[in-house]
């Protein structure tokens, strides 16, 4: 299975808005698109999870085109706290394989 | 609940030795997942169970690395003989059945010598 792509970092400043897009050319109809977020020395934490169109929870918002290519995490203004990695994996229904990338690194600047 | 608890947080070992991982999931999660994560390679599905049974092993690097999950409540991950390349912060996560949500313990950090 292909992995996922993702900008390896990305850099940005408080308040800001951050859009980390993902490219998944390979997905399965089945396939799921979820992202994590992981701090130093730390699990990685679920942040949200999308089929299609859009999603949005408390923290961020995930977009997925009609042809499912591709997501873009939607992280709104951002603070200090939000740097991390953020990870965008595509996972079966069933969990069987959770293709994880080397995710994008986030910095976020005063 | 304490969410998914690993030990040790840190192991430093010698090539050669054998090392066990362990892991206790968030009670009542049917599915237990252990992963290996380097800088080189990211996260990596090593293997997962289901209800203590061993569904996708195919991740698992080679034959010194085993993994068993005694009930519900335990597994443990073993690499015997260790070498220095096993190196890498290994993470035991637990879902519900049903749900795509992974929870992720704090790993455990282990350096072989």
């Known amino acids: 299975l292909a992995k996922t792509t993702q900008p390896i970092s990305m850099d940005s400043y408080e308040g800001q808005e951050v859009n980390i897009t993902c490219s998944h050319n390979?997905?399965?109809?089945?396939?799921?698109i979820t992202w994590y977020q992981q701090f130093p020395s730390q699990g990685p934490r679920f942040i949200i999870q999308?089929?299609?169109?859009?999603v949005t929870n408390e923290v961020a918002s995930l977009f997925i085109p009609a042809d499912r290519k591709s997501s873009t995490l939607s992280l709104p203004r951002v603070s200090l706290s939000d740097t991390a990695v953020y990870y965008c994996?595509?996972?079966?229904?069933?969990?069987?394989?959770?293709?994880w990338g080397l995710g994008t690194s986030l910095a976020v600047n005063p | 609940d304490a969410g998914v608890i690993q030990s040790p947080r840190h192991e430093v070992t010698e090539m050669g030795q054998e090392v066990t991982l362990r892991c206790k999931p968030i009670?009542?999660?049917?599915?237990l997942f252990w992963y290996r994560q380097t800088m080189m390679r990211g996260l990596e599905l090593l293997i997962y169970?289901?209800?203590?049974?061993?569904?996708?092993d195919s991740g698992m690097p080679e034959d010194r690395f085993s993994a068993k999950m005694p009930n519900a409540s335990f597994s443990t991950l073993k690499i015997q003989p260790s070498e220095p390349r096993d190196s890498a912060v290994y993470f035991c996560?637990?879902?519900?059945?049903?749900?795509?949500?992974?929870?992720f313990g704090p790993g455990t950090r282990l350096t072989v010598l």
């Open positions: 996560a637990s879902r519900l059945a049903g749900e795509n949500e992974q929870f």
């Open positions: 999308g089929y299609k169109t859009k």
């Open positions: 390979n997905i399965a109809t089945n396939d799921y």
């Open positions: 169970f289901n209800n203590n049974v061993p569904i996708d």
């Open positions: 994996l595509r996972n079966a229904g069933n969990n069987r394989k959770l293709i």
């Open positions: 009670s009542g999660h049917d599915y």
